[in-house]
C-alpha cells in the first residue's frame, strides 16, 4: 500500500496507513496485520518479527518514513493502507493497527467489493449533477464492475462508513466513494468525492482492465488508511488538475497497493497532513507532472520494491523524516528490489533528514535541473533501517545528476554502497562518508561538473581523468580538506597524492 506502507501500507504506499514497513526479521517470525505509524516501525502486519525500534508491524504505513537519524529507519512511510503512507516506525505507511475494528483485519483471498449506493454491472450510464451518499460499513458510493462504464459529470458523491478491512480496503477498494472493478471504468469530470470512514478510499481502481479516468474534481479523505486516489491489482487512474487532501494517517494522497497499479498525475495540488502519509506512494508505476504535492506529516513520496515514481516540473515537499524513500519491506504488497525515483525539472523539499533514503534495497536516483533542498544538509543516505535481515539490509544506491545541483553531505552506512555520477555541469557541494564507514563509494565526474569539499571525505573509487593533470585536480574543490581513496581500486591513480583546486589533496586511504 503506499507510503512506507504495510498493512494499510503506511509502508504500503500509503495505503492502509502507507504499506507496513516490515521491519527488521529476529529469530523468530510473528505475523501481524496491523499497520503502524512513523514512531512505530509499522509494517504490513504481514510484516515478520518486529525488533527493538519503534516501527509496528502495521501495513508498512505506506507514505510514512521510517524514522531514525540521519533519514535512516526509524519508522516506515504512510501512504496506502497504510499505503500511502510509510510504515511508521520505518517509514511505512502506517497500516491498520493490530487490535480490530474499522481499518483492522487481513485481507480476503478473493477480492471483495462490498454494496454500492449506486452501483452498475455492466452495460453503460451517464449521471450529471447528482448527489450520492453512502453510509453502511463496506458500503462506496459507487460501484462500477462487470464490464460497466460509467460517466459522472458535476456528481458529488459522499460516503460516511468504514470499512471492516484495512486490507480489503487497500488491496481491492473495499468502501471507496468510487470504484472501478476489474474490466470496468469510470469517467468523472468536476463535482467532488468525499469520504469520511477509515479505509475509505475516495476514489479506486483495482484489477487488469479497471481504469478511472478523472478531472477537475475535488477529493477529501479524513479516515485513516484513506487514500485519495489509488489503484491496486494493475488498475489505472489518469487525474489531470486535481484538488486532493487527505488527513488521516498511512494515508497518501496517490498510491498504489498490492499487484501494482499505473496512475497518471497532470497538474493539481495533492496535501496530506496525516502521520506516514506521503504525497506519493508506489508499488506501481506513478508518473506526475506540473503537480503540487505536500506532505506534512511524512516523506514527499515513497517507492517500495522494483517500483517507480517518476516526477517532471512539479513540486514536492515532505516534512517528516525525509524527502523521498525507497525500500522494500517483504511484506508481500511490492515484488523485487530495484526502486526508482526520477525527477526533471521542478523542486524536492526536505524538512527534517535526508532528501533521498535507500534501505534494504538497490535504487537507481536520476536528477537532471531539480531545485533540492534539506534542511539537515544530507542529500543522500543509504543505510540500514528496520526493514529485512539484521546483517544484510542495507542500502545500494546509484544516483546520476545530469545538469543537477546537489546541496549536502552522503552519507553511507557499512552494509551500504552509493555510485554517484555528475555530469553535464553538475555540482556537489558537501562531503563524502566524513564517518568512513561505507562498504564502498564511488564517485564520477565528468570534465563540466564539479565537487566542492566541505569536509574531510572518503571515497573507495574516484573516476575523475578528465579533470586531472599531472599531480593536480582542476574540478574537486577541496577548500583545504582532505579526500581519501583506496590506492587498490584505482590503479589508475598509481598511489599518488594530488593537489585538489583551492586547497586539500586527494591522497591513499593508507595515509590517513
Known amino acids: 500500500m503506499g507510503q512506507l506502507q504495510g498493512c494499510g501500507k503506511q509502508t504500503n504506499k500509503g495505503m492502509r496507513a502507507l504499506h507496513s514497513l516490515v521491519p527488521i526479521t529476529v529469530a523468530v517470525a510473528l505475523t501481524a496485520t496491523a499497520c503502524g505509524s512513523a514512531a512505530t516501525a509499522s509494517t504490513n502486519a504481514k510484516a515478520t518479527a518486529t525488533t527493538a525500534s519503534p516501527a509496528t508491524t502495521a501495513k508498512k504505513p505506506s507514505g510514512a518514513t521510517p524514522s531514525g537519524s540521519g533519514g535512516g529507519g526509524g519508522s516506515a512511510p504512510s501512504g496506502s493502507r497504510p499505503s500511502g503512507s510509510p510504515p511508521s516506525g520505518t517509514g511505512g505507511s502506517g497500516g491498520a493497527s493490530s487490535g480490530g475494528g474499522p481499518g483492522a483485519g487481513g485481507a480476503s483471498s478473493t477480492a471483495v467489493t462490498g454494496t454500492g449506493s449506486y452501483t452498475l454491472a455492466g452495460g453503460t450510464a451517464t449521471k450529471s449533477a447528482a448527489t450520492i451518499t453512502a453510509a453502511s460499513t463496506n458500503e462506496s458510493g459507487v460501484v462500477v464492475k462487470s464490464a460497466g462504464k460509467l460517466t459522472l459529470s458535476d456528481v458529488t458523491v459522499s460516503t460516511t462508513g468504514a470499512s471492516s478491512s484495512s486490507d480489503d480496503s487497500s488491496f481491492y477498494g473495499l468502501d471507496s466513494g468510487v470504484l472501478a472493478f476489474t474490466g470496468s471504468s469510470v469517467n468523472e469530470t468536476g463535482g467532488s468525492v468525499t469520504t469520511t470512514g477509515n479505509g475509505a478510499n475516495a476514489v479506486f481502481a483495482y484489477g487488469s482492465g479497471a481504469t478511472v479516468t478523472i478531472s477537475g474534481t475535488k477529493i477529501t479523505a479524513t ?54 502519509s506521503p504525497g506519493l506512494y508506489s508499488t506501481g508505476t506513478i508518473t506526475a507532472s506540473g503537480a503540487t504535492f505536500d506532505a506534512t506529516g511524512s516523506e514527499a513520496a515513497v517507492v517500495e520494491g522494483s517500483n517507480s515514481i517518476t516526477v517532471t516540473d512539479s513540486s514536492l515537499t515532505g516534512s517528516i523524516s525525509r524527502g523521498v524513500m525507497i525500500y522494500q519491506s517483504f511484506s508481500g504488497d511490492a515484488q523485487g528490489e530495484q526502486g526508482r525515483f526520477t525527477g526533471t525539472g521542478g523542486s524536492l523539499t526536505a524538512l527534517s533528514g535526508p532528501l533521498f533514503y535507500v534501505t534494504n534495497t538497490s535504487a537507481m536516483i536520476k536528477l537532471s535541473g531539480v531545485k533540492l533542498s534539506a534542511s539537515s544538509g544530507i542529500v543522500l543516505n ?53 564517518a568512513n564507514t561505507a562498504k564502498s563509494v564511488t564517485l564520477s565526474l565528468d570534465k563540466t561538473s564539479k565537487w566542492t569539499v566541505t569536509a574531510n571525505s572518503y571515497l573507495t573509487v574516484v573516476d575523475d581523468s578528465a579533470a586531472i593533470s599531472g599531480t593536480t585536480i582542476s574540478n574537486i574543490i577541496g577548500n583545504g580538506h582532505t579526500v581519501y581513496y583506496s590506492e587498490s581500486a584505482n590503479p589508475s591513480l598509481g598511489g599518488k597524492t594530488y593537489t585538489l583546486a583551492g586547497g586539500g589533496t586527494l591522497t591513499p586511504a593508507s595515509q590517513a
Open 223 to 276: 479516515g485513516q488508511y484513506s487514500h485519495g486516489i489509488m489503484a491496486s491489482g494493475g488498475g489505472t487512474v489518469a487525474a489531470s488538475n486535481l484538488d486532493i487532501s487527505t488527513a488521516g494517517g498511512s494515508s497518501a494522497a496517490v498510491a498504489t497497493d498490492r499487484g501494482g497499479g499505473t496512475i497518471t498525475v497532470n497538474g493539481g495540488t495533492y496535501k496530506t497532513t496525516g502521520s506516514t
Open 382 to 434: 543509504a543505510a540500514a533501517g528496520n526493514w529485512g535481515t539484521s546483517g544484510s539490509n542495507g542500502g545500494n544506491v546509484t544516483l546520476d545528476a545530469a545538469g543537477q545541483t546537489l546541496p549536502g553531505n552522503v552519507t553511507v552506512d557499512k552494509l551500504s554502497t552509493a555510485v554517484l555520477n555528475l555530469t553535464d555541469g553538475s555540482s556537489l557541494t558537501g562531503a563524502i562518508d566524513t
